[in-house]
């Protein structure tokens, strides 16, 4: 990869949700279609409680299929959802609650998948890291050799 490996915004942003994040996905929804991105809701549709996994495997696939530009998972600590996504071979799931660390996910970790914990951040905290996930390109040089040894063979 090149030092300017930035998202296809050609393509949707897969996001889903459990219980807990339902609120916010809906806001992170609005906020996506305000900036003109195209959005693929995976669910949850509302605040009745589910289990996380039904909704991180669907997003986590369309973002290895190359159906999504990238995914957003929302759960309240943003954990379980990411340990489901990092199961799928082609997903890189950060969990993030600062701008810091969604720049950092995206410039050294060349990170996919953006998880975000309910429970501990705000929603324009939430939009903030979205906007600094989708325009934070991935620097690749020493950072492509870590991320190439990630993968499990």
């Not at 600590?77 to 890189?92: E, F, L, P």
Request: proline share 4%; aromatic share 8%.
């Amino acid at each position: 990869m090149e030092n300017t490996t930035i998202f296809n915004l050609t393509l949707p942003v897969a996001i889903g949700s459990d219980h807990a994040g339902f609120e916010y996905k809906e806001e992170v929804i609005s906020f996506l279609e305000s900036k003109g991105l195209q959005v693929k809701d995976y669910g949850t549709y509302s605040k009745d409680s589910v289990d996380y996994p039904d909704y991180a495997h669907p997003v986590s696939t369309a973002v290895e299929r190359e159906q999504a530009a990238f995914g957003i998972l929302i759960c309240g600590s943003a954990n379980g959802v990411a340990i489901t996504a990092n199961k799928h071979q082609g997903i890189r799931a950060a969990i993030c609650w600062g701008e810091e660390l969604a720049r950092l996910a995206r410039s050294h970790n060349n990170a996919n998948v953006l998880c975000i914990p309910a429970r501990f951040v705000d929603i324009p905290v939430a939009n903030q890291m979205v906007e600094v996930f989708i325009g934070t390109p991935f620097e690749g040089g020493r950072h492509q050799d870590r991320v190439r040894k990630m993968v499990c063979l």
